[in-house]
């Protein structure tokens, strides 16, 4: 049970005066939920701890990339190496190199990469390439799947758009809007559909192949598999968005995870071991294309960053030459699942639980929940209260029903057994 939050009203109340609602980042403002956003001042293993002291079990995992845990010592050090070097150069360094190799090494299909700073930049950059390499200007994406906040990502959006419950975004064009087509997930009668009336016409689909940005869902047989072929047949080139995913549901990412590979792949979260990076990579055809090398111009004065490219080189290392880390984490998160389940069940409160590797996801309501659609059709309102009331008891969540929730390797049993204690009390 967590105290007063006292010192983060203050630092709340600060914030709003310089910084646009008090967040650089619209979902921690906790506007979806309610009440105050927790100011964190510390982490170590699976725990964060706000500005008052309150100790948390953490299950966002800063949003994915926290995998091994917080302030891991092999990854902390490796970062204090580094910046007694230099903190940048805006040269090429020898660990960009190693950095790339190990990227192709762990992930199939990816013969050559570029390393950016995000993972909208990455995303944005993967399209770019797309539509040079194949001379078209539309892309199709999937509604509630989020690709960053460049402007063409931002038609029927997830994430941080659905909790806000934006519906369209002011700044973006009506041209770039037109060019960005919309279907619902989980659909491959819709895509089929759509090519025969656009046959030449779609540069890429992009898609969150396990996405996070509606809560975690689940891709259906056949349907990451249906795109593949469809993507083949019309030479669309397939990106999978694997900003979430990639390195965190297997060492290969979600190509190695559900045995199907992209054209280009985009990296983010896990990559940078905490630190903010990107990168993007796929078939040498297509990557051959980028400038220098090609005509497609993609820069970064800051791309490459040893401290951010250590810190994501040492922590894909760990998970490279342990690769029980994955084994370990899927584990405890079917455990919480079935521990979710079973509290909930017992309480009476009707809900559905997703999982897919170390990602999960809690939905009230009883229908399959499988696209934006039928997320949004669950119970929002209670998902707003059993937030608070995990928060007070010292368990820290997403704060918004259009989340994953995100384990990392130093969570332990008894974290797992706390939280399903927790819901017992609701």
Known sequence: MTGSIQKSESLYQRALKNIPGGVNSPVRAFKSVGGTPVFMKSAKGAYLYDADGNQYIDYISSWGPMILGHCHEEVVSAIQRKANESISFGAPTELEISMADLITDMAPGIDMVRLVNSGTEACMSAVRLARAFTGRNKILKFEGCYHGHADAFLVKAGSGVATLNIQAVPGVTAGVAMDTLTLPYNDLAAVKELLKNHPEDIAAIIIEPVAGNMGCILPEPGFIEGLRSLCT???????????????????????????????????????????????????????????????????????????????????????????????????????????????????????????????????????????????????????????????????????????????????????????????HKL
């Open 233 to 423: 047949e019309y030479g669309i080139v397939y990106i999978f968005d694997e900003v979430m995913t990639g390195f965190r549901l297997a060492k290969g990412g979600a190509q190695e995870y559900l045995n199907v590979e992209a054209d280009l792949v985009t990296y983010g979260k896990v990559i940078g071991g905490g630190m903010p990076i990107g990168a993007f990579g796929g078939k040498k055809a297509i990557m051959e294309h980028i400038a220098p090398l090609g005509n497609v111009y993609q820069a970064g004065t800051l791309s490459g960053n040893p401290i951010a490219v250590i810190a994501g080189y040492t922590t894909l290392s760990i998970l490279n030459n342990n690769p029980s880390v994955y084994t370990d984490l899927e584990n405890r998160c079917k455990a919480l699942k079935a521990g979710l389940e079973n509290a909930l069940t017992e309480k009476g409160i009707t809900h559905t639980v997703n999982q897919a590797g170390s990602m999960i996801s809690v939905h009230f309501g009883a229908h399959k929940v499988m696209d934006l659609q039928t997320a949004s059709q669950c119970d929002i309102a209670f998902f707003n209260r059993f937030f608070h009331h995990m928060l007070k008891q010292g368990i820290y969540l997403p704060p918004s029903a259009y989340e994953s929730w995100f384990l990392n390797h130093a969570l332990s049993n008894a974290d797992i057994d706390k939280t399903i204690e927790a819901i």
